[in-house]
């Protein structure tokens, strides 16, 4: 054991750390002077030998555990610093990859910019009017050549946002994006000039550019010009700049765009210049710009009295483009007004199939014709409003007074306290001829409704003054018919005869005829006048409900029932039937039937008072 010790002292084991090695010195040193004792009694030069060669090992391992002390200090450097390197290459790592993904991410941004702006450049079809020449002393007076083109610029922008082209700017192959914009000059090449050089390269922008001069005669002369628009001077006196311009902004949009101008000429009442210029541009107007020239040249014939003719112009527009819903519209809407219901019926029909079943390819606003010629009454409610929310309340029909048309329907549902606030919303409307004569025959539907006979006759008295105008005629087909009833109701019989001799061969025309005759005593008379309103339009339900309930006036139950059975096999949806329906069953004794037949109507009419109060008397228990 004291080999081994002595062995490990003498520096035969492995080198020890340095707290081992200072352990070891003073075990050496201990052990030393255990020797030397022990020996110092026998030997006395063993024992001198001894202590001289543990001084020595005791000297070397104080050496050691120096040596060993400080290269420790100098691998703990060594070490800092290889954790110091090992960090800077890892920060330097970051940055090297964080940089490469900001290149990439830089690349990406720059390649997805040129794309769009490539993109931007090839379906580009705005207007861009360039800054005009006007000479130094008109500018000195604030007429400058930004000045003059910034007022054609207002001008085209008040041109198109004033047409009302039946969803136009989307679906017509020309037609502006509806970006008018004017061109600014850059200096030096930057993001902006190369799209504006992408875009003169490879889009289809329409520029404008003219000049303004002063006449020998102190006046103005303002000349436009552009891509595929012939040079034009219009002249005035020095007070005309206004006028010049918005004639040269006329006759660029007319240019640039005539299926929309014919459309604003439509709509602003511009009828006969609007048949001109459709009759001249036809024949030199694009293939997919024909059905739409043709229409709105039909929309104004009919609006000047000519039926019959917009009638062939509105089927020619739907040869050339078989999926022309506004044309089939105007199809059913033309068929309507001149008395034709039942084609009118047929050729809503033909849509339905021709845009696949409905829903289908058709939008649902294009149904609303024939929705009112059978009553289905929610449908056309909704796409009105649908309609008047897409278009800011407008309405995007030419000549559209929203809000009252949502309120005629309202009516129609017996929602009497909604027709009332819908109308409430309608003043801007009532600035239109159309709107202020529809919101007369509305007030005068809500009157009667309400049962205040004298103010449902005045209203409709006021209704019929209006509806002398084509247009209004065209627009609302066959509502003078019902100035008769209001009239009868007053007790003005001669009133009531005039406008049924006059109104023209319209369904409700015949069932009021039939409700006045029975009325005054002519039953045998009124029986003929229901007769002939369902063979006038045999699809339509509204002549099976009126003679239904005239039978059910006069106690002929069952033939009642058999009236209003037809009445909604042809218009579903109908409220008024099925709450007639209900009443003759409760008048039969069958008071479940009755109200299984009030529950349906009141599916298409939960707002009717009426029908609520019958209801709710007809699930009460008898005592």
């Known amino acids: 054991m004291a080999e081994g010790l002595l062995g490990g002292i003498l520096g035969d084991e492995e080198e020890k750390p340095e707290v081992e090695a200072l352990e070891a010195l003073a075990r050496a040193e201990a052990f030393a002077a255990a020797v030397a004792a022990r020996l110092s009694g026998n030997d006395s030069g063993v024992a001198q030998k001894t202590e001289v060669f543990l001084e020595k090992q005791a000297q070397l391992l104080e050496i050691q555990a120096a040596h060993l002390k400080d290269e420790h ?11 110091r ?7 330097g790592l970051r940055l090297r990859v964080a940089f490469q993904f900001f290149i990439a991410l830089l690349a990406t941004v720059l390649t997805a910019g040129v794309v769009v702006m490539l993109r931007d450049a090839f379906t580009s079809r705005s207007v861009v009017v360039e800054p005009f020449d006007a000479p130094p002393a008109l500018a000195a007076g604030g007429v400058s050549g930004k000045a003059v083109a910034s007022g054609l610029l207002d001008e085209l922008r008040r041109l198109q946002n004033a047409t009302r082209a039946d969803a136009s700017k989307r679906d017509l192959a020309n037609a502006w994006t509806g970006e008018i914009k004017l061109a600014v000059p850059e200096t030096g090449i930057s993001l902006g000039e190369m799209s504006r050089m992408l875009k003169a390269r490879f889009g289809h922008d329409l520029h404008i550019d003219g000049e303004l001069v002063q006449t020998e005669t102190d006046g103005l002369a303002l000349t436009v010009r552009g891509d595929g628009v012939a040079p034009k001077t219009f002249t005035g006196s020095a007070g005309d700049l206004a006028k010049l311009t918005v004639g040269a902004a006329e006759y660029v949009y007319a240019q640039s765009e005539p299926v929309l101008w014919a459309y604003y000429l439509s709509s602003r009442g511009r009828n006969e210049e609007a048949i001109a210029f459709s009759r001249l541009s036809l024949a030199g107007a694009e293939m997919a710009d024909r059905p739409y020239l043709l229409n709105t040249w039909a929309n104004a014939l009919a609006s000047i009295g000519q039926p019959h003719e917009a009638l062939s112009l509105y089927r020619t527009a739907l040869k050339l483009k078989p999926d022309y819903w506004v044309g089939h519209n105007n199809v059913m809407n033309t068929l309507w007004a001149l008395g034709n219901e039942e084609g009118a019926w047929r050729a809503g029909e033909d849509m339905r199939r021709i845009a696949g079943g409905r829903p289908g390819r058709a939008p649902e606003t294009y149904y609303q014709n024939v929705d009112v010629l059978v009553w289905n009454l929610r449908p056309w409610h909704d796409a009105l409003a649908a309609d008047a929310e897409a278009t800011g309340g407008a309405g995007s029909n030419v000549g559209a007074v929203a809000a009252i048309s949502i309120a005629d329907v309202e009516v129609r549902l017996h929602d009497l306290v909604t027709a009332r606030i819908t109308l409430q919303t309608a003043k801007a409307d009532l600035s239109e001829v159309n709107g202020a004569v529809a919101s007369h025959f509305v007030l005068g539907r809500l009157a009667a409704e309400a049962g205040d006979v004298g103010k449902a006759a005045e209203e409709m008295e006021a209704f019929a003054k209006g509806y002398v105008d084509p247009t209004i005629v065209f627009n609302y087909p066959g509502y003078s018919c019902w100035v008769a009833p209001a009239e009868e109701a007053a007790g003005h019989p001669d009133h009531a005869d005039a406008v049924l001799k006059s109104a023209g061969t319209f369904v409700d025309c015949y069932r009021f005829r039939g409700d006045i005759l029975d009325h005054r005593g002519d039953w045998v008379a009124a029986q003929r006048a229901y007769a002939a309103a369902v063979a006038l339009a045999p699809h339509l339900p509204a002549g099976y409900y009126s003679w239904g309930a005239a039978l059910a006036r006069h106690g002929d139950l069952a033939g009642a029932i058999a009236k209003f ?56 228990p008898r005592t």
């Not at 200090?73 to 954790?83: D, G």
């Open 565 to 620: 059975k037809e009445a909604n096999q042809r218009g579903s949806h109908w409220a008024d039937p099925l709450k007639a329906w209900g009443d003759v069953l409760l008048k039969q004794g069958h008071p479940k039937e009755a109200l299984v037949k009030y529950n349906e109507a009141l599916k298409y009419a939960p707002n009717w008072s009426a029908l609520k109060e019958t209801r709710e008397a007809a699930v009460k």
């Open 85 to 91: 390197e090992e960090r800077i290459r890892r920060v």
């Open 73 to 83: 200090a100098l691998r703990l450097s060594h070490l800092r610093n290889q954790l």
